[in-house]
């Protein structure tokens, strides 16, 4: 019979990273792949992502997207159009020169983002005012090439959704870029738990070939942040590269102002940081694959009525439309299983046992809060919905305490490296590169935002004393 600890692991405050590899493997999420950087995402961790993507889609369609598809394959001169796009993407690139046997007269390269295929397309498909906006959303696999992998967060190849729009004006596409920010808050906040912070990137950090690009910082339980998602206006820049024009109402021609936004299954490492514990892993109730997992306890002729009464709870719980397991396996010891659905972060169990049926009751164990109570048989379906969405809430709380405990203030060089040493800093900034390239050089941070929600205020840069520029504080972090 396995042992309960078989599947223990690092304590986070011992090795964080050992901590979290070996819980994406333990808890079966995902598992290495034979080519450097790849990822096999195993069913517990793609559903998940399934979560994720249901959530999303929905909010897509719902703001007028439509989903498309276009090649994985990308011409070389593609991305050369747009050269500060290319530059930023090229030490990712992976390039196919040789196929059926021969060279290729031109090298075709592994998409690493779609801008360029898709502004090829828009050019064809967008003639008239008439046609505006176009928007599309495609759900597809892209590649590049990590220099220090790690799954979920940087792999060579992962999923995600991006969206691509085109729109007259700039008013237009910039109110795109805040409708794709704002279902992805949506997503992170509601879904995922995650209290981001919501926030534009600094010229240096922005995503290549944009002219603004929107970002959403979680930070995580060893102090360090994520970029959960962004949302970029690429003002006319691609437009100008791939001749996106249309004809105004007046007759004029005129360029469109193009937006692309994305969130990929790093969303899944983001959660895994920020929610788990030195058990494993704490999901959200809403991207649990299982929300409550039932675990019938007994021997031989006793376990039979257990068994009958833990299928009668299951149905009753999922056609409330919760998702719900049996683990009626015979072969391990009821301490295994609690171990092991605590370390897979099952928000909710119910222990039931011959005892337990007899008085009418059953065990409801809170994988957050360690707590057990008693609840009455009869009562558990009733209570399942509730529970499960105090679950959620006290989650989120969790996460934002977390946050608010580790964000501080820095008005000088060492109080910014006190600060980005356990979590956010909130410092005034210079907006020089040279700046940003020495923090990072010196404290190992990166200017991760300038929150929207920050308050206005002036003064002297905390790490170089020159004059601020950004008109607030600005949020720094060092990152994954």
């Given at each position: 019979m396995a042992k309960a600890d078989e599947k223990a692991i690092t304590p986070q405050s011992?090795?964080?990273?050992?901590?979290?590899?070996?819980?994406?493997?333990?808890?079966?999420?995902?598992?290495?792949?034979?080519?450097?950087?790849?990822?096999?995402?195993?069913?517990?961790g793609y559903r998940i992502w399934e979560l994720i993507h249901d959530a999303l889609d929905l909010r897509i369609k719902a703001t007028g997207h439509e989903n498309a598809y276009f090649p994985l394959f990308i011409p070389e001169s593609h991305l050369k159009r747009e050269a500060e796009h290319v530059e930023g993407f090229a030490p990712e690139l992976a390039v196919v020169t040789h196929a059926g046997g021969h060279e290729l007269e031109e090298p075709i390269v592994v998409r690493p983002t779609s801008e360029t295929i898709i502004g090829e397309m828009f050019a064809k498909w967008i003639s008239s005012y008439r046609d505006l906006p176009l928007l599309?959303?495609?759900?597809?696999?892209?590649?590049?090439?990590?220099?220090?992998?790690?799954?979920?967060?940087?792999?060579?190849e992962f999923l995600w959704q991006e969206g691509h729009t085109a729109h007259a004006d700039e008013a237009d596409a910039q109110r795109e870029t805040m409708v794709a920010t704002?279902?992805?808050?949506?997503?992170?906040?509601?879904?995922?738990a995650l209290p981001v912070i919501v926030g534009d990137k600094t010229p240096s950090e922005r995503f290549a070939g944009a002219v603004r690009t929107v970002t959403l910082?979680?930070?995580?339980?060893?102090?360090?942040?994520?970029?959960?998602?962004?949302?970029?206006?690429?003002?006319t820049n691609f437009s100008k590269a791939f001749e996106i024009n249309y004809t105004s109402s007046d007759g004029e021609q005129a360029l469109c102002h193009t937006?692309?936004?994305?969130?990929?299954?790093?969303?899944?490492?983001?959660?895994?940081?920020?929610?788990?514990?030195?058990?494993?892993?704490?999901?959200?109730p809403r991207l649990a694959p299982y929300q409550i997992?039932?675990?019938?306890?007994?021997?031989?002729?006793?376990?039979?009525?257990?068994?009958?009464?833990?299928?009668?709870?299951?149905d009753e719980i999922r056609g409330l439309g919760i998702r719900v397991k049996v683990d009626d396996r015979t072969t391990l010891s009821p301490g295994f299983k609690f171990n092991e659905w605590e370390l897979r972060g099952v928000p909710l169990r119910i222990e039931l046992g011959p005892r337990d049926l007899a008085a009418g009751v059953a065990t409801l164990a809170n994988r957050l809060t360690g707590e057990k109570t008693t609840v009455p048989l009869d009562e558990i379906g009733q209570q399942m919905s509730a529970r499960l969405d105090e679950f959620q809430d006290a989650l989120y709380q969790?996460?934002?305490?977390?946050?608010?405990?580790?964000?501080?203030?820095?008005?000088?060089?060492?109080?910014?490296?006190?600060?980005?040493?356990?979590?956010?800093?909130?410092?005034?900034?210079?907006?020089q590169k040279s700046c940003e390239d020495a923090i990072k050089e010196d404290l190992g941070a990166t200017a991760r935002c300038i929150p929207l929600d920050g308050e206005p205020e002036e003064g002297r840069c905390a790490y170089c004393d020159a004059s601020s520029a950004y008109g607030k504080r600005i949020l720094f972090a060092r990152a994954y």
């Open positions: 011992e090795d964080f990273s050992a901590w979290y590899n070996e819980l994406v493997l333990k808890a079966e999420l995902a598992d290495r792949g034979p080519v450097r950087g790849t990822m096999v995402i195993r069913p517990y599309i959303n495609q759900w597809a696999n892209v590649v590049r090439w990590e220099l220090r992998p790690r799954l979920f967060l940087r792999t060579t704002e279902f992805y808050e949506q997503v992170a906040r509601e879904f995922a910082e979680t930070l995580v339980r060893d102090g360090r942040a994520i970029q959960s998602a962004t949302s970029h206006y690429l003002g937006t692309s936004w994305g969130m990929s299954t790093r969303m899944i490492g983001a959660v895994i940081m920020a929610q788990g514990d030195d058990k494993g892993l704490i999901l959200p997992v039932i675990v019938p306890i007994g021997r031989d002729a006793d376990l039979v009525p257990v068994v009958t009464e833990t299928g009668r709870l299951a969790r996460a934002l305490d977390f946050r608010e405990a580790h964000t501080l203030t820095a008005t000088s060089k060492e109080e910014l490296a006190d600060a980005v040493a356990t979590g956010f800093a909130l410092a005034l900034h210079c907006g």
